[in-house]
Each structure stands twice: as structure tokens, then as C-alpha cells.
């Protein structure tokens, strides 16, 4: 089960963490600023994996495979992800992994603020075989599986994005500021080195800048 990607801030940081404001951390960020990006919110929990193959049980992974899942939320993805569940959503691989946030009470500081008291699983990315599958693919797999999707929040160029970031915005779940903004170019794109064009954008970054 494939781990995921690591995703760049939108710009460098100094030794100390201090954000770089201009200083893209890709060249292709800078060449595809003026370009039409779409935006979801960052929700601020753990990573989370759901593997699957034909004929296998489900898998449940943190965003390493050394990674330690709290024992709470591990008992709510398995009900959450029966043996059985994912037979008839592909029909063209053998393999399909969720990628997706775990959060709410006791998840991050703040948790609470998403889910008082319990946690959820949100749906954030599907990779089936070798393939990632596009934002209407997404949604259809998570129509299947009946789960919450990660919702979009903007579309536009990337310099509106950052500013919207920085300056904060409410999250979907309440009156509080939401982490930030996962970002990929509207049409999806890689780098030459076959590595996903997608960056994120903390509010919290901001407080702290070279």
C-alpha cells in the first residue's frame, strides 16, 4: 500500500521554518501561477490509508507504515471499512487505496472543532492501480462508499490562493479558522520526474516569515 506524496509548501523556508514569502519551493509553481488552480480545505488531523485488493482484507495504514494510529480511531475505520465494502467500486484493477484525514476530538489540537465528541474519516484522494484518479472520479468513489469528501473551496491563481490563506478564512465545520488550502492545477499535472504538481498552504505559516 503506496504511501503518500509529500506535498511542498507553496514556498521555501529558512533553516529555522520561517516561510520565504516569493521564494517558490518548485519552478513549476512559479510557472503555473497564473494558471487556474483548484483549492480544498486542509483539515488538520492524521494521515490515513485504506488499502485494498481483490480477494484480500481491507488494510488500515497511517501516513507510514511505522506510523501509530490511536486506538479509538482505528475502532471507527473498521466499521467504517468492512471486509466486503470496496467489491464492485473498480472494476479495471486489482488495488485501490483511499487516501484520506482522520480527525475530530483527541486528533491534533483543536480536533474538537471538527467533531466534539467523536472522529470521522474525510476522503481527500483515490489511487487506483497506477492511476490517481480525477476530482469527479473522487467523488464517485466516495458516492459508492458513502464517505465525505474534502470539500473545494477555491478555484483561481495561485497568488488569490496564498492571500486567502494568509489572511484566514472559516473552516466548512464552524466558526473557527481553517488550516489551509490544498492546491493542484485545475488540470492535473506532473513534474519531468513523474511527481504530482500540488502544494499547500498553512494559515499558521504566515505567523512565522523570513
Given at each position: ?171 466548512k465545520w464552524g466558526s473557527f479558522v ?33
Open positions: 500500500m503506496n504511501e503518500y506524496h509529500k506535498i511542498n509548501t507553496v514556498y521555501k523556508r529558512t533553516e529555522d521554518g520561517r516561510l520565504m514569502l516569493g521564494d517558490w519551493s518548485q519552478i513549476e509553481f512559479d510557472y503555473l501561477k497564473n494558471c487556474e488552480w483548484v483549492g480544498t480545505e486542509k483539515i488538520d488531523g492524521t494521515n490515513i490509508r485504506i488499502g485494498w485488493c481483490r480477494g484480500e482484507s481491507v488494510k488500515i495504514g497511517g501516513k507510514t507504515d511505522n506510523a501509530q494510529i490511536p486506538a479509538f480511531l482505528v475502532e471507527h475505520l473498521r466499521g467504517l471499512f468492512p471486509d466486503g465494502k470496496m467489491e464492485g467500486v473498480i472494476t479495471k484493477s486489482d488495488e485501490l487505496v483511499l487516501y484520506g484525514e482522520g480527525f475530530g476530538a483527541r486528533i491534533q489540537k483543536g480536533g474538537e472543532n471538527y467533531i466534539k465528541d467523536g472522529v470521522g474519516f474525510i476522503l481527500f484522494d483515490v489511487r487506483v492501480g497506477d492511476w490517481w484518479l480525477n476530482r469527479e472520479d473522487i467523488e464517485d468513489v466516495a458516492h459508492q462508499l458513502t464517505l465525505p469528501i474534502v470539500p473545494i473551496i477555491f478555484s483561481g491563481i495561485l497568488d488569490d490562493a496564498i492571500n486567502m490563506a494568509r489572511t484566514g478564512f472559516d473552516s481553517a488550516e489551509g488550502l490544498v492546491l493542484k492545477p485545475k488540470i492535473e499535472l506532473q513534474t519531468r520526474s513523474g511527481y504530482r504538481i500540488v502544494t499547500k498552504i498553512k494559515h499558521q505559516d504566515f505567523k512565522r516569515i523570513a
